[in-house]
């Protein structure tokens, strides 16, 4: 099996990095609180600052590098297929003619970046393709092309 | 409501007036005995007197407000005193019906009906009929399946072929379950919250044992009590049992499979054969070692785990597998030799299982302190109970396709073997870990809109994964990613 050959957007990478710069962003204002306000145990600050900044480059810099070397995805007239993950990777691929509904769906930062994910559930629970960090555009016209395959099909989808 | 013209309301049983204020008296005893106390406390019974009354009002209420009528498109469903509530289900979304009658409905001759669309109903969602005369039940099953399952007036008339029955044999699968054991622990957790060991406290039978147990002493008295619980939760477990799977008879009528069981509570399930899409054999380690197994149904439309998809309890595998096959009509599926995972595979299991004692063999060297000599026997029973489990969970492990058929079996302490049906898997993943990458092997896993929705085949190696996927689901064999090459 080969391997979907479509890029998430170009942004995708920046988009990660922002979310996942917020809530360390959070835990360090929260450190600089804890040292100005806490006179005792300056080492326990320095491992605290120590963690937060590894833990930080890891997944500010390191982790949406990764997922966008990883994530692909691919539509053709039969099946969607995704790859996606880190650590942990997953290839997944649905028939379309099973195919129930497809959905959009953009957070505060997707919509600010003009993201977009796709969902494509099936009757499974276990099944569901989930396309993430599109461009609007190319999200769309996903959209419309899984739509109009879908719609062709009339069984009862299990 | 004009979706169904002409259909009347229906009440359910009359003789619901009986059980509905037991049942609310039951249900508000906590109150009952407050206001009890509370008129002994001020010498005036009336409030409990009246709140007696309300209590009982309500539950006959309730059969004056519940009502229900079969239309010729959906079901509905009336209740409720102060908050109204109608419940309407289309009839065409009917997957089964199952009835349930505890020992007072018994008593009275009722049933409780249940009517599953397959969708996760929460429990006010659900769709019940609690209860109607038992004699009316075969009629009102055979309506409302009437157009989900389009059956034979014959067929129902006459019973069909019995796949299973219930053996006094299957008995000796149950002392080994821990359903006893938990029927203890609850037991005495509500005795402590009744009270009960605050009234044991400082008493003679106290008194008595403690004197009892000094004069044993320590050990002795921790090995009799252990030695007690066993054997009484053994019992409780073998009595629970034969109560709840006694006189069990799973029938098949054409397309529709009948199971019914329990000797005090009687339970009835109804499935509709056309969405089975495979089976699984369970055997826990405890009964695979007796030649065992349990087997649950994979449906579309009924949950996958737990009471709702079990088909036999505990009993011998050959019964089960010969019931499997012939569910199925796939004997290769449920007994045909599996493709085996491999040397990664077979490594990975060792390594898991070793790694605990491993650990704990290196904090014993590291901590400063002399070791005494039972610490070391203690790890090394434990590194063997660990070797023995890797052991078995990598002979477990294997998966095989064709025919129309996905296979996979894995586990050891709970080991399943899967056997589902191509054309119901709507889905493929293959995962990887970063262990999994790099020792060359991946998790397949088959979506399915049937039972527990996801079956997996554990690390298959990782060349071999996609051709497990296309040999199952054409589809994935034709589309354009498949490579030709082989």
């Known amino acids: 099996m080969g391997d979907p050959t479509n890029p998430p957007s170009r942004k995708a990478p920046l988009v990660w990095a922002l979310g996942a710069a917020i809530p360390w962003a959070l835990l360090a204002v929260g450190q600089v609180v804890w040292f100005v306000i806490g006179h005792s145990r300056l080492w326990l600050n320095a491992v605290a600052a120590a963690v937060t900044v590894v833990g930080s480059l890891v997944f500010i810099v390191v982790v949406p590098l990764w997922r966008y070397r990883v994530h692909r995805w691919d539509v053709s007239s039969e099946a969607v297929y995704t790859r996606s993950g880190w650590l942990v990777q997953e290839r997944r691929i649905a028939p379309i003619s099973r195919v129930q509904t497809v959905d959009t769906e953009r957070g505060p930062l997707d919509r600010l970046f003009g993201l977009a994910n796709v969902t494509v559930t099936t009757a499974s629970s276990a099944g569901a393709v989930r396309i993430v960090a599109l461009d609007v555009d190319v999200a769309d016209r996903v959209v419309a092309q899984l739509t109009d395959i879908a719609a062709v099909g009339d069984e009862d989808a299990t | ?486």
């Open chain 2, 1 to 486: 409501m004009t979706s169904s013209p002409g259909a009347e309301w229906s009440r359910l049983s009359p003789r619901m007036l009986l059980v509905h204020p037991v049942h609310e008296v039951l249900r508000q005893i906590p109150v009952i005995v407050g206001t009890l106390v509370l008129g002994s406390a001020t010498g005036n019974p009336t409030i409990a007197i009246v709140v007696l009354v309300v209590t009982v009002a309500f539950g006959v209420a309730r059969w004056f407000t519940t009502s229900y009528r079969i239309g010729p498109g959906d079901i509905q469903l009336r209740t409720g005193l102060l908050q109204r509530k109608v419940l309407s289900l289309p009839r065409n979304r009917i997957r089964s019906v199952s009835t349930d009658s505890r020992l007072l409905h018994r008593l009275l001759g009722l049933t409780v009906l249940r009517v599953s669309t397959g969708q996760e109903a929460k429990r006010e969602g659900a769709f019940a009929l609690d209860a109607v005369e038992a004699a009316e039940v075969p009629r009102l099953r055979a309506v409302l399946l009437a157009d989900s399952l389009t059956p034979d007036t014959e067929e129902f008339a006459t019973p069909g072929r019995v796949l299973a029955r219930w053996q006094l044999s299957w008995l000796r699968y149950s002392p080994l379950s821990f359903t006893g054991l938990a029927m203890i622990v609850a037991a005495v957790g509500l005795a402590y919250q009744g009270g009960i060991a605050a009234a044991l406290q400082d008493s003679g039978i106290e008194q008595s044992g403690a004197a009892f147990a000094d004069r044993l002493g320590v050990a002795t008295t921790v090995i009799a009590a252990a030695v007690v619980v066993l054997v009484a939760s053994s019992l409780l477990s073998v009595l629970q049992s034969l109560l709840s799977y006694g006189n069990l008879e799973l029938r098949r009528d054409a397309e529709v499979l009948h199971l019914k069981h329990g000797l005090l509570r009687v339970r009835e399930h109804t499935f509709d054969m056309r969405r089975l899409r495979g089976g699984t054999l369970r055997e826990p380690l405890l009964v695979r070692l007796f030649g065992g197994a349990r087997l649950d149904a994979v449906m579309t439309g009924v949950d996958g785990a737990g009471e709702a998809s079990m088909l036999l309890p505990p009993c011998q595998k050959s019964t089960a597998e010969t019931v499997l096959a012939d569910l199925i009509v796939q004997p290769d599926a449920v007994r045909g030799p599996l493709r085996r995972h491999g040397p990664a595979a077979t490594r990975r299991r060792w390594t898991r299982a070793l790694a605990l004692p491993a650990v704990a063999a290196v904090v014993l060297l590291a901590v400063p302190l002399p070791t005494p000599t039972w610490a070391w026997v203690v790890l090394a029973l434990f590194t063997v109970c660990c070797a023995l489990l890797a052991l078995d969970r990598s002979r477990s492990l294997g998966h095989r396709v064709g025919d129309g058929w996905l296979v996979a079996r894995t586990g050891s302490v709970q080991r399943t073997r899967d056997c589902i049906a191509a054309p119901g898997i709507i889905g493929w993943t293959v995962r990887q870990t970063l262990m999994q990458r790099r020792a060359g092997v991946a998790t397949l896993i088959a979506a399915t809109a049937a039972g527990v929705k996801h079956y997996q085949v554990v690390d298959v190696p990782a060349e071999i994964a996609w051709s497990v996927a296309a040999e199952a689901s054409p589809w994935v064999a034709t589309s354009k990613w498949a490579d030709h090459s082989g």
